[in-house]
């Protein structure tokens, strides 16, 4: 019974209607964006929701099993207060991604708030600021953040460049700039203990009484967030998943020093918001630091996405390639590219030259009378 009410009041948080509300808003958005420059939804399927789902479950899994393993556990106020802010955070997922701060801020916020009048003092302190904070609440809190960093890798790591949704800017010379966006984010149920249980022996382990009697089920935010204007997804990826997979490590190994010192607590929390803050200027400097524009071209046609399951997605044609020739005939505009196509209509071969200005072929079967459905998104 203690289960069943746990799970419900889940699906009654206000952190998980948010994430409900925010994954339909940026379906929603990436359509409107695409059909704006391109006519077309370049991807119509809603896999922000399918995403949304099987990471959630994922996540279920794999962070109750560490929390039940350590034995994670945080107060209750703390959870009211964390739950605030990363609803503000999930708000903010189609401009930035915030979920780890938000946790980070959370144990900022309740240690400093706890330490002055104005906090430990104040009446309505009473409903963020726990009664006890406890030697451990550092150390839970950057656990949590290395649980957190690690699944934020994960989102990283899986996602493919065909989910970077393109935008069109004018940009200097009267050419075209494409500039993309890709987010990933799950809301997910966490099963954590509540203060006040001790494990002092593997009896306890063993007796289910324990845990019916002593847990939670609370709602974590975790998202990924990448714009880009000169990088390649790839890369972009790649440096998101390192930055995360350093935050796990650094909040970990914290976490364990701050179980045995508790005032590393503190000074790692803040330190790691500094990390973060550092990481996003990095980001920002790497893409800047790229060498190469998603920019018009008069050298050929340049791809600015490609249709999932399509022939152009077949050929393994990425982003940023400039297709030279198309059925031996050269090509410097999109009408130009339709026109080759036609020349053999169920078949095309093309002459690409990719992002780093190396040359490929590539080949495939197409549509039969319908060359325009080959996959291609280009600059209208």
Not at 216 to 228: D, E, N, Q, S, T
Request: proline share 4%; net charge positive.
């Amino acid at each position: 019974m203690q289960l069943l009410k746990s799970v419900g009041l889940f699906f009654i948080q206000p952190l998980f209607w948010a994430g409900i509300l925010m994954t339909l808003i940026s379906y929603q958005l990436r359509l409107k964006n695409e059909r704006r420059n391109f006519r077309i939804a370049i991807d119509r399927d809603f896999y922000e929701a399918r995403h949304f789902i099987k990471h959630g479950l994922l996540f279920l899994v794999l962070g109750s099993l560490f929390a039940l393993i350590f034995g994670l556990s945080l107060p209750t106020q703390t959870l009211v207060l964390y739950q605030i802010l990363a609803v503000v955070a999930l708000l903010f997922i189609n401009v930035g991604d915030l979920s780890l701060a938000a946790l980070l801020v959370t144990g900022t916020v309740t240690f400093v708030l706890s330490e002055t009048p104005f906090g430990s003092d104040a009446s309505w302190a009473s409903y963020i600021l726990p009664h006890e904070l406890g030697t451990r609440f550092g150390s839970a809190i950057l656990l949590l953040t290395a649980i957190l960093a690690l699944f934020q890798a994960f989102l990283a790591r899986e996602n493919k460049a065909e989910w970077f949704s393109p935008k069109i800017f004018a940009g200097k010379r009267g050419r075209r700039i494409a500039g993309y966006t890709w987010r990933e984010f799950t809301v997910f149920p966490l099963i954590m203990f509540i203060p006040g249980m001790n494990f002092d022996s593997w009896q306890q382990w063993l007796d289910p009484s324990q845990y019916l009697t002593h847990f939670m089920v609370v709602p974590l935010f975790v998202g990924a967030f990448c714009k880009i204007y000169k990088q390649q997804p790839k890369e972009a990826l790649h440096l998101r998943q390192r930055q995360s997979y350093l935050i796990a490590f650094l909040a970990g190994l914290l976490a364990l020093v701050a179980y045995f010192v508790p005032v590393v607590g503190f000074y790692g929390i803040a330190g790691l918001l500094l990390i973060l803050v550092a990481q996003a200027f990095g980001r920002l400097k790497a893409d800047h630091d790229a060498k190469r524009w998603y920019v018009e071209t008069s050298e050929g046609v340049r791809i600015v996405a490609v249709k999932p399951e399509t022939p152009a997605a077949k050929m393994k044609l990425e982003v940023g390639d400039i297709i030279l020739e198309c059925n031996g005939i050269k090509v410097a505009t999109g009408d130009e590219l339709y026109e080759a196509l036609q020349k053999s209509p169920a078949y095309c071969r093309l002459k690409v030259k990719n992002f780093e200005g190396e040359l490929k072929l590539a080949e495939s079967a197409i549509y039969a009378d319908s060359p325009h459905e080959i996959g291609l998104v280009l600059f209208e």
